[in-house]
């Protein structure tokens, strides 16, 4: 098991922002985390980053405590890319994405055409030299998952491969959110478990193997797309009231408002 978090919770004085959680992504899966603002997504999402600690509970990645293991160890098989990143020198975005390669010691060569390959999957490869600091909030969104990518992009000897997205289509069109959520099904594939915060039901219902929906810090709901998106539960959750059909052309869950 890629990842395997049991009771986890967090709590700022008696405050609970997110009550004893469990939660399973194995290598190869993709599982989606919904939920209105203020339910703990982005709390669920710094405690498997290790940007805090957990109150109580456990995060184990790769059957060891995420503590326990070598930062530099960590990065060579999880990759993470938050809601935004902060870069405010002038890299050319081959540059950003290139450092992505840096945990590795695979050589120039194998890098350059890790580099070449997930720019090409991530549509980014004709702004290869634009500076970084030049670019949209939706192309520097496509060119930070590329350097998260060219992190995980080879198997290694460590363990299994794991990629953490919060968010990453907020600042795309839709056309680029379909497109993104393709590669994250592509980097499935290759047997990389990926754990992706997303606020639109629908991409999760296309793409997510599985669907955890978060309230008020509690887990409400996991399961496939078909088990948790339920009108009823979704006008519990979320108070708007919806109709789910089937997708007449991919066969998924589809939320009507």
Not at 31 to 57: D, Y
Not at 215 to 237: F, K, R, Y
């Amino acid at each position: 098991m890629a990842l395997d978090v049991r009771n986890l919770q967090f709590h700022i004085g008696k405050h609970s922002l997110l009550k004893a959680l469990d939660l399973q992504v194995k290598a190869g899966e993709c599982v989606a985390v919904v939920g209105p603002n203020g339910a703990g997504k982005t709390t669920l999402f710094r405690l498997l980053a290790g940007e805090v600690e957990p109150s109580a509970g456990t995060i184990q990645f790769n059957g060891r405590d995420l503590t326990r293991w070598p930062v530099a160890q960590l990065a060579r098989m999880r990759a993470v890319l938050p809601q935004s990143s902060t870069l405010q020198f002038s890299f050319t975005v081959r540059e950003v994405v290139a450092m992505g390669r840096m945990p590795h010691a695979t050589g120039r060569k194998i890098d350059d055409d890790i580099v070449h390959e997930v720019m090409q999957v991530c549509d980014v490869r004709k702004l290869a030299e634009r500076a970084y600091t030049a670019l949209s909030g939706g192309e520097r969104q496509r060119v930070q998952l590329a350097r998260v990518l060219a992190q995980v992009w080879q198997p290694v000897a460590d363990g299994e491969r794991l990629l953490l997205l919060d968010e990453p289509t907020s600042a795309l069109d839709i056309a680029h959110q379909i497109e993104l959520m393709q590669v994250v099904r592509q980097v499935c594939a290759a047997d990389i478990a990926v754990l992706v915060i997303l606020h639109d039901l629908n991409l999760a219902a296309r793409f997510a193997n599985r669907i955890l929906m978060l309230h008020e810090g509690s887990l409400i709901a996991a399961g496939t797309p078909e088990q948790v998106l339920q009108p009823d539960l979704i006008e519990c959750v979320f108070n708007v009231k919806t109709q789910v059909i089937r997708h007449p052309l991919y066969g998924c869950p589809l939320v009507v408002s």
